[in-house]
């Protein structure tokens, strides 16, 4: 059995950050993960391009069950300090919109990055290296893997939820916290693609591919982005972000026509353009295709009449349908294809500054594994670079 001060189990961006960030202290620190390749999710996310983080980054732009846990590490390594080390390792990035850091050439560059840290600092790293077992010793912890045993001061558990179980995803965080005894919340899956009732499938039939640029609402909150028809229901960034605030059965409304009172310009190309049909004057916002099956299906006597011929109760109806679309999703796409897993180990049980089970000393929780949740737009990958930096300063 070999001795070393940090084991961090999961080399995935919470993982990695904090074995660098241990041994950046002179800790003698060992990251293992049980996949072919360190971090997977790195390298297929933000499209093969990695949104690693967010110039916006704020506590606002997370989901837990205690709003204040994540704060203190947001504000102990920001969005800033991972910005200075991409520049250091010179990887050419840019900002895509609102905020979000894209690399300029793939996400392969950040997690080359994170090794060449983990080299320069001497963290180890291993791959394809499964747990079998964790044992709390009196001086620790005896991990057994299918590559030996180690004994170790610090664990770290940085496994993360389980959206994508075919990159190597599993619920050993979970079962860790339970060993020990800590409280979890139940997950679900977020940041996830709504899908739709086979009657409304076949109703876009055709608009598979259809974007359009609406606020979305539920349960009081609202994101104004892109929807994305699919053959299997609704995506895009508007649906994943209020996919997190959702709950089977809730209705989700949305305004295709986000920047206006619709009635209002109804009324005004009433007296400017007479003589144009509905369904034309709308396409001018939405595509003609996504104009035509909407007014086919919600107002299909209006749709090719002359602005003059329809009268302002007609056009009220017509604004208020495409203003307040309700719609009931049947459900999501699941952990299949979700980019974050809501939920896990209750933050009461862990402390906000060291990342340690408050009840269980030497035991470290930290990234996604956590009941912490960013939006969509490189916050979750901050929080796993902020909570894996700041217990690298503590295990
Ligand atoms: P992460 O999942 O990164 O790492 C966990 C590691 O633990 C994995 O390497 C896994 O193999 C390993 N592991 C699991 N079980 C184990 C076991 N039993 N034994 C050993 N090892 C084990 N976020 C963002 O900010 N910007 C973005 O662009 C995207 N894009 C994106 C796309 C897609 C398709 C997905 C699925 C997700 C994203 N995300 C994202 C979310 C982001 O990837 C996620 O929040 C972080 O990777 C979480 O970091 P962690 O280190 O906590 O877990």
Redesign the pocket.
């Known amino acids: 059995m070999q001795s070393i001060d940090v084991l961090v189990?999961?080399?995935?961006?919470?993982?990695l950050m904090c074995g660098i960030s241990a041994a950046s202290r002179g800790r003698s620190t060992l990251v293992?993960?049980?996949?072919n390749k360190?971090?997977?999710?790195?390298l297929?996310?933000?499209g093969g391009r990695?949104?690693f983080t967010n110039y916006y980054t704020e506590p606002a732009n997370y989901l837990s069950h205690n709003q204040h846990f994540c704060k203190s590490a947001l504000s102990r390594y920001t969005q800033w300090d991972f910005i200075a080390l991409v520049e250091k390792h010179a990887i050419p990035f840019h900002e895509k919109k609102l905020g979000q850091l894209f690399c300029d050439n793939k996400a392969k560059d950040i997690v080359n990055m994170l090794l060449a840290e983990c080299d320069e600092k001497d963290a180890e790293v291993r791959i394809k290296c499964?747990?079998e077992s964790v044992k709390k010793v009196e001086s620790g912890f005896v991990v057994s893997t299918n590559q030996g045993k180690w004994q170790c001061q610090s664990l770290v558990i940085?496994?993360?939820g389980l959206?994508?179980p075919t990159m190597?995803?599993?619920g050993?965080g979970y079962d860790m916290a339970k060993q020990f005894g800590l409280s979890l919340y139940p997950t679900w899956s977020a940041l996830v693609p709504f899908t739709l009732n086979p009657k409304m499938l076949e109703e876009f039939t055709g608009l598979s591919g259809v974007s359009a640029d609406v606020r979305v609402t539920c349960n009081g909150q609202a994101f104004r982005e892109n929807i994305l028809f699919t053959h299997r229901g609704l995506s895009g960034p508007a649906i994943l972000q209020i996919s997190s605030y959702w709950q089977p059965g809730d209705l989700v409304e949305i305004d295709l026509f986000p920047d206006v009172d619709l009635f209002e310009q109804l009324k005004q190309w009433q007296m400017e353009k007479p003589k144009s049909h509905l369904v034309n004057l709308l396409a001018e916002q939405l595509t003609k295709n996504l104009a035509e099956r909407l007014s086919e299906l919600w107002f299909a006597e209006l749709a090719h009449k002359p602005m003059a011929d329809i009268s302002h109760a007609d056009l009220l109806l017509v604004a208020n349908k495409l203003q307040s679309w309700q719609l009931k999703p049947t459900g999501t796409e699941g952990y299949r294809t979700a980019?974050?897993t809501m939920g896990g180990v209750d933050t009461n049980e862990i402390s906000s500054k060291t990342f340690e089970a408050k009840k269980v000393k030497g035991l470290y929780f930290i990234?996604?594994?956590l009941d912490v949740t960013?939006h969509l737009g490189?916050?979750?990958?901050?929080w796993?670079w902020a909570s894996g930096y700041c217990a690298g300063q503590y295990v």
Request: include cysteine; aromatic fraction near 6%.
């Open positions: 189990i999961g080399a995935g961006a919470a993982g293992i993960d049980h996949a360190v971090g997977k999710k790195i297929m996310s933000g990695c949104n499964s747990v940085a496994t993360g959206s994508i190597g995803a599993t050993f980019e974050v990234g996604e594994v960013g490189g916050f979750n990958f901050q796993a």
